[in-house]
């Protein structure tokens, strides 16, 4: 049976120290939790949706992406980045150490396509920040959204079923909260967005469809 330990009673400092200890025990991560990384494994995601972003030497943060239900994330070393993984929800993780991956074909094999997916959110997301017009940056970021996290509705509709605040989306595109709430609202207007009862955004498949085109 796995055991749950609260992140603050982790003592992360021995984590590879303790391999037989660690691979048993799922850890969990309130919201707003920063997650440490370490060179010497992974962490696989078994609940909740973590964001993975890096800080250059300059101070300017970079977005590359999240990591649901099931997905594996971790770090690489580097001289100008400073990554980090931070719980967008409470978080339930499990810890993989490197050697066990390697001497593990079918744990390789279950890696690649995560390693792949990752690549290929973070390029896009480069692409979306490439767009000139905010309106147009914030349209593909939550298409990516609907596309990576969204759960299809009917009606041509998808539900995002993770909260993101303003101030949230308009970091990842370059802005201010005050654009983004207001080309939100417009989005409302329009008829292309919407909200739940919980407050998920639900979207207009048809108009929320252009991420990296």
């Not at 978080?91 to 997916?117: C, F, G, H, N, T």
């Not at 995002?160 to 989306?169: E, G, M, V």
């Not at 308009?170 to 654009?179: K, P």
């Not at 048809?206 to 085109?213: A, R, V």
Request: hydrophobic share 40%; proline share 3%.
């Amino acid at each position: 049976m796995l055991s749950i330990v609260q992140s603050t009673e982790l003592d992360y400092s021995h984590q590879q120290h303790q391999p037989s200890v660690l691979n048993k025990r799922l850890y969990f991560h309130a919201k707003g939790d920063e997650i440490p990384l370490f060179p010497e494994g992974v962490w696989q995601v078994t609940q909740g949706l973590v964001q993975l972003s890096a800080n250059y030497e300059d101070g300017e943060q970079v977005l590359f992406g999240w990591a649901a239900t099931g997905a594996w994330f971790g770090t690489q070393g580097s001289d100008t980045l400073d990554y980090q993984a931070i719980a967008l929800s409470p978080v339930y993780l499990r810890w993989l150490r490197l050697d066990e991956i390697e001497s593990s074909m079918r744990l390789s094999q279950l890696l690649l396509p995560q390693l792949a997916k990752r690549m290929r959110q973070a390029e896009l997301l480069l692409i979306i920040n490439g767009r000139r017009h905010t309106v147009e940056r914030l349209r593909g970021l939550l298409s990516l959204l609907r596309a990576e996290l969204g759960e299809i509705l009917p009606e041509c509709q998808t539900r995002i079923n993770y909260k993101f605040t303003h101030q949230q989306l308009a970091s990842a595109i370059g802005t201010t909260r005050v654009t983004v709430s207001r080309m939100m609202a417009q989005f409302q207007t329009k008829g292309y967005l919407t909200l739940d009862r919980h407050r998920h955004l639900i979207l207009d498949n048809s108009y929320f469809s252009n991420i990296g085109s």
